[in-house]
């Protein structure tokens, strides 16, 4: 029986190419949100999940930074999806036709120029995988889509301009997420870990905590902060570290970063992609 992999959207979303880029042998299964995406795991309707974490060009993606710790699950996995933006239509429609777009209110912008040029307009949808399923469907020869090439594919649109995005470094992260941790050394790029903790009330704590990674040569690649249960004064840390927690520099950094904290739970630890270069 071939083993699923759950993702957020509609087929052909970029979270639905990033499962079959990363996980090529595993079933896709598409969900209505995140919440459903961690459920069919914990369930047992799939073996993993792939979640965006954050983009190159907005940041993190709302809320994940909340699920992640709350989700029972742990990552096992890193992936990055380059976002290429295609325009696509119905069969023999030819660019010249198109008078509107539609697509996800953050790929629009992405393609100002592309569109300004042709005269386009854009129109937000929900979901950019969802709008090519709706254009199949409707025959509307007067409108276009804006989205991944696998959601042309997918629903039988024709391609009328590929990579039509202003800027080329657009990027999504993703972490793939199993209900049980693998903390073996694996990969031939070194290895990332996850984890999230609260400082102790104490003044210049995270200072404190954070010199331990600095005095070890530890390299942070990521620190975040957010609230908890909706406090001004409850703040939890998400980061990201290169290494591996047995590795002697982390294992030293980790040790003193919990003496000033009140909570600390390693999330995942599995191999650096390469991409990150």
């Given at each position: 029986m071939t083993s699923r992999i759950?993702?957020?959207?509609?087929?052909?979303?970029?979270?639905?190419?990033?499962?079959?880029?990363?996980?090529?042998?595993?079933?896709?299964?598409?969900?209505?949100t995140f919440e459903d995406v961690i459920e069919a795991v914990r369930t047992g309707e799939a073996a993993e999940a792939m979640l965006p974490v954050e983009n190159s060009t907005y940041g993190r993606v709302a809320d994940i930074h909340r699920l992640l710790p709350e989700s029972g699950l742990r990552i096992v996995d890193e992936a990055f999806v380059r976002v290429h933006i295609s325009l696509m239509a119905l069969p023999d429609v030819q660019i010249e036709d198109i008078k509107t777009v539609r697509a996800h209110l953050v790929l629009l912008p992405q393609c100002r120029d592309f569109l300004a040029r042709h005269g386009i307009r854009g129109e937000a949808a929900a979901d950019s995988a969802g709008a090519a399923a709706d254009l199949a469907r409707s025959r509307d020869r007067a409108s276009g889509v804006l989205a991944s090439d696998l959601a042309a594919k997918i629903h039988g649109l024709h391609i009328l301009a590929r990579h039509i995005e202003d800027h080329a470094h657009n990027t999504t992260r993703f972490l793939i997420m199993s209900p049980k941790a693998n903390h073996a050394p694996r990969g031939d790029h070194g290895m990332m870990t996850t984890f999230i903790f609260q400082v102790r009330n104490i003044p210049a704590a995270l200072y404190k905590a954070m010199g331990g990674f600095a005095t070890n040569g530890v390299?942070?690649?990521?620190?975040?902060?957010?609230?908890?249960?909706?406090?001004?004064?409850?703040?939890?840390?998400?980061?990201?570290?290169?290494?591996?927690?047995?590795?002697?520099?982390?294992?030293?950094?980790?040790?003193?970063?919990?003496?000033?904290?009140?909570?600390?739970?390693?999330?995942?630890?599995?191999?650096?992609?390469?991409?990150?270069?």
């Open positions: 759950a993702f957020q959207g509609e087929p052909g979303a970029y979270s639905h190419e990033a499962c079959a880029n990363a996980r090529p042998g595993m079933e896709p299964l598409p969900c209505r390299n942070m690649t990521k620190l975040e902060s957010y609230m908890v249960g909706g406090s001004f004064t409850a703040t939890q840390f998400y980061a990201d570290i290169e290494g591996h927690p047995e590795d002697p520099p982390v294992k030293r950094a980790l040790e003193e970063l919990e003496y000033f904290t009140d909570m600390l739970e390693i999330l995942g630890v599995y191999p650096r992609d390469p991409r990150r270069d």
